[in-house]
């Protein structure tokens, strides 16, 4: 049924689950799993561009654990995975790489570090089943949070 899967990645609770959902079908498929983890640009304005570069070396280090810490979860489970940084918005740059890998499912967390924008604006998971062209698997973390189920 999946052949290509693609997984967002970020540590959270949410990303933990959606990993876990995709190393159970990437199992039972045979399917080749792609882990994708997004560093979100900063504004290019800012009282000095050399904090801005910082913050960016800052957040590409982050996304890199991120990715060893997916990989290494996948490979205690025995299973090769290709570990993806990309830079940009998450929703679109989740929905590219779903794209570029011709995958047959995205597999993503419904709760990550988007924070309370996330809810005003539409998590990353909302936005990025809007441009997709392939199934969404949204998991849930299993964290009871007040009013939202």
């Known amino acids: 049924m999946f052949q290509r899967i693609v997984v967002g990645y970020d540590d959270s609770p949410g990303a933990r ?3 876990t959902m995709a190393l159970d079908l990437a ?4 399917a080749a799993l792609t882990v994708v983890a997004v560093e979100e640009y900063l504004p290019h304005y800012g009282p000095v561009v050399g904090e801005i570069e910082d913050e960016r070396s800052i957040g590409e280090q982050t996304c ?3 990715l060893a810490t997916a990989a290494e979860t996948a490979e205690q489970r025995g299973i090769a995975v290709r570990a ?3 830079a940009g918005q998450a929703a679109r740059e989740l929905a590219t790489a779903a794209a570029d890998h011709d995958a047959d ?3 993503l967390g419904r709760s990550g570090h988007s924070g309370i ?3 005003f604006m539409g998590s990353t ?3 990025a089943a809007r441009h997709v062209g392939c199934s969404v698997l949204v998991a849930h973390d299993g964290v009871e ?3 939202q189920r």
């Open 105 to 107: 499912l995205l597999v």
């Open 17 to 19: 689950a959606a990993l």
């Open 125 to 127: 998971a909302e936005k």
């Open 27 to 30: 199992t039972a498929h045979h």
């Open 117 to 119: 924008w996330g809810r």
């Open 64 to 66: 890199r654990r991120w």
């Open 84 to 86: 993806e940084l990309r």
């Open 145 to 147: 949070k007040a009013g």
